[in-house]
């Protein structure tokens, strides 16, 4: 199996075609209904291939899976992955270690893997809080919303601490939180 990193004018439509394909399978398989067409990839090739760093796995001249990771002017950030072949730690290799690489490589100075994921403890990662940004137009529903997500917050704040607790880094060597 090999990796390659794919940015800017090294994206072609038929390396979106693979990676659609990687995206609706695994989103069919563990989350019910993939909700991104394939016009969407062909519109962040159209405006964004140099934010875009898609790293495809193949097994010899096959694509067999892919990640999609976008640029900041200092991180990767990763979202979106898929498969067609299973292969045991593909999805770490792809999404978590080739990510690392590109950064080192790159001198990008951090990794943002996205939310979620418990598992991405052993991997390195750290619990980090994301933040979204909406606006509830309904005075009621925005009322509820404001309501969950206060309580949502005492939650993600006490499961931070105690994931936080579980990390492989040393306690008390950190000094930029």
Request: hydrophobic share 40%; with cysteine; aromatic share 14%.
């Given at each position: 199996?090999?990796?390659?990193?794919?940015?800017?004018s090294?994206?072609?439509?038929?390396?979106?075609?693979?990676?659609?394909?990687?995206?609706?399978?695994?989103?069919?398989?563990?989350?019910?209904?993939?909700?991104?067409?394939?016009?969407?990839?062909?519109?962040?090739n159209?405006?964004?291939?140099?934010?875009?760093?898609?790293?495809?796995?193949?097994?010899g001249?096959?694509?067999?899976?892919?990640?999609?990771?976008?640029?900041?002017?200092?991180?990767?950030?990763?979202?979106?992955?898929?498969?067609t072949?299973?292969?045991?730690?593909?999805?770490?290799?792809?999404?978590?270690?080739?990510?690392?690489?590109?950064?080192?490589?790159?001198?990008?100075?951090?990794?943002?893997?996205?939310?979620?994921?418990?598992?991405?403890?052993?991997?390195?990662?750290?619990?980090?809080p994301?933040y979204?940004?909406?606006?509830?137009?309904?005075?009621?529903?925005?009322h509820?919303?404001?309501?969950?997500?206060?309580?949502?917050?005492?939650?993600?704040?006490?499961?931070q601490?105690?994931?936080d607790?579980?990390?492989?880094?040393?306690?008390?060597?950190?000094?930029?939180?």
């Open positions: 199996m090999t990796v390659k990193w794919l940015t800017g090294d994206l072609m439509e038929h390396h979106w075609d693979a990676f659609y394909d990687f995206y609706e399978d695994t989103g069919a398989r563990k989350w019910g209904r993939p909700y991104l067409n394939r016009e969407f990839f062909s519109h962040l159209q405006t964004m291939a140099d934010r875009i760093v898609l790293m495809l796995a193949y097994d001249p096959t694509p067999i899976a892919g990640a999609i990771n976008f640029l900041g002017s200092d991180r990767i950030f990763g979202r979106n992955w898929g498969c072949h299973d292969v045991p730690f593909l999805h770490f290799e792809l999404c978590y270690y080739q990510a690392i690489d590109y950064a080192i490589a790159h001198k990008l100075t951090v990794v943002e893997a996205g939310a979620q994921g418990e598992h991405k403890l052993a991997r390195g990662y750290e619990p980090t994301t979204s940004v909406h606006w509830i137009a309904h005075p009621g529903l925005r509820a919303v404001a309501d969950f997500l206060e309580h949502e917050r005492m939650s993600v704040t006490h499961e601490l105690v994931l607790a579980h990390t492989p880094f040393r306690k008390g060597e950190r000094t930029d939180r």
